[in-house]
């Protein structure tokens, strides 16, 4: 019963480990450690069984998850649209006043909330240096 309680330990701790990392990378490892806890638990007491079923199963789910995993843990396409937006050129339409905390600028269509380090009239030409939420970082100049 000793290997039971071991497996059962070994896989609490990749679980835990699994909610410190991105991605499901240690979580195949943590449901590989319960299959050997199980084995343990119905009677194989041989260690290297043990060693080979916790590898076994590991191994199986991932090479066959790998791409679901990847699939659901990629980064979302509207952030990458959003670092596309760094760079760009923008007309100011509303006056940005790091003070009153007020500003829009408009970039191709869209409008954006706006911040900036100085005073920038409307009218102004700026350009994008960064995205905070919804609000865009400009510079003019």
Request: proline share 2%; net charge negative; hydrophobic share 55%.
């Amino acid at each position: 019963m000793a290997g039971f309680e071991i497996w059962l330990v070994v896989a609490i701790i990749f679980f835990i480990g699994e909610m410190f990392t991105e991605g499901f990378f240690l979580t195949w490892f943590g449901v590989g450690g319960l299959a050997a806890a199980l084995a343990a638990f119905f009677g194989v007491s041989d260690d290297i069984t043990q060693w080979i079923i916790f590898l076994v199963v590991s191994v199986i789910l991932l090479l066959f998850t790998r791409r679901f995993a990847d699939r659901i843990t990629k980064k979302a396409p509207r952030d990458a649209a959003i670092d596309a937006l760094i760079g760009q050129k923008a007309h100011v339409i509303e006056t940005i006043d790091p003070e009153e905390n007020t500003g829009r600028v408009r970039i191709r269509k869209d409008e954006w909330r706006a911040d900036a380090e100085e005073k920038i009239p409307v009218g102004e030409k700026v350009e994008v240096t960064g995205v905070e939420g919804a609000h865009v970082i400009v510079k003019k100049m």
